[in-house]
């Protein structure tokens, strides 16, 4: 990606860049540490072989990961974030502490509902 292509709204950059859910789970997961193909595959859950592929890819070209390929059989790969990749770690934090204090608000809204109801 190069800067021609990048939107003007530094906010859009950043979504152009996390355009989907999987690209911020595997920076979550990646934030642990390097992780391995299957490694990646197996925490993500749900998904497939392809997508996970076609998301490193576009993560590696984006420059948020690494990709290091040992010659050995079978073959090993690993993924590592790279240091702008690692700085989406503020991110992830944020959208996190969003994501506990909305459920909080949530249980208060259900159990405001109930006690109407009741």
């Not at 292509?5 to 390097?34: F, H, Q, S, Y």
């Not at 790279?82 to 969003?98: F, Q």
């Amino acid at each position: 990606m190069n800067l021609k292509e990048l939107p003007a709204c530094p906010v859009e950059t950043t979504l152009k860049l996390l355009n989907n859910k999987w690209k911020v789970l595997i920076i979550r997961d990646l934030l642990a540490g390097t992780k391995r193909f299957n490694e990646l595959k197996n925490s993500l859950g749900t998904i497939t072989q392809k997508v996970l592929t076609t998301n490193l890819r576009s993560m590696e070209e984006s420059g948020l990961v690494t990709r290091k390929v040992y010659q050995q059989i079978p073959p090993k790969v690993e993924y590592t974030l790279t240091d702008i990749g690692y700085s989406l770690a503020s991110i992830l934090d944020s959208m996190a502490e969003w994501g506990s204090a909305y459920k909080e608000y949530l249980k208060i809204l259900n159990k405001k509902t109930n006690t109407k109801n009741s």
